[in-house]
């Protein structure tokens, strides 16, 4: 069985940083795809970067400035830093790994998916 753990979200200041971390179980995701997206209230859940299993990550352009994402192959885990947060980053950051049938950039591009981790920046 597949597991995906979110975490690390929580309500700070324009401005601040966060790391997310998203724990995997079940695969190795050395061999595995992982996205993070995002969803705002009544908004669809938006792409913001994968990091592919040999380690390289691509992002949707908006993402590219203030986001990096990263992972820890020994931990099986994915990170997602946020950096210099807006009032417009505030959503549910969720994390997935591939495996639908879609493309990439989009969330039937994925298979496994956590529950996510709120997000909420205050001007």
């Known amino acids: 069985q597949v597991l995906v753990v979110e975490s690390g979200g929580g309500s700070v200041q324009a401005g601040s940083s966060l790391t997310l971390s998203c724990s995997v179980s079940g695969i190795a995701i050395i061999d595995h795809h992982i996205g993070w997206f995002r969803q705002a209230p009544d908004s669809q859940r938006e792409f913001m970067s994968i990091?592919?299993?040999?380690?390289?990550?691509e992002y949707a352009p908006s993402m590219k400035d203030r986001f990096t994402a990263s992972k820890d192959d020994s931990k099986n885990t994915v990170y997602l830093e946020l950096k210099d947060l807006k009032p417009d980053d505030t959503a549910r950051y969720y994390c997935?790994?591939?495996?639908?049938?879609?493309?990439?950039?989009?969330?039937?591009?994925?298979?496994?998916w956590g529950q996510g981790t709120q997000v909420t920046v205050s001007s």
């Open positions: 990091t592919f299993s040999g380690g390289t990550t």
């Open positions: 997935a790994v591939e495996g639908g049938r879609g493309s990439f950039d989009t969330p039937a591009g994925y298979k496994y």
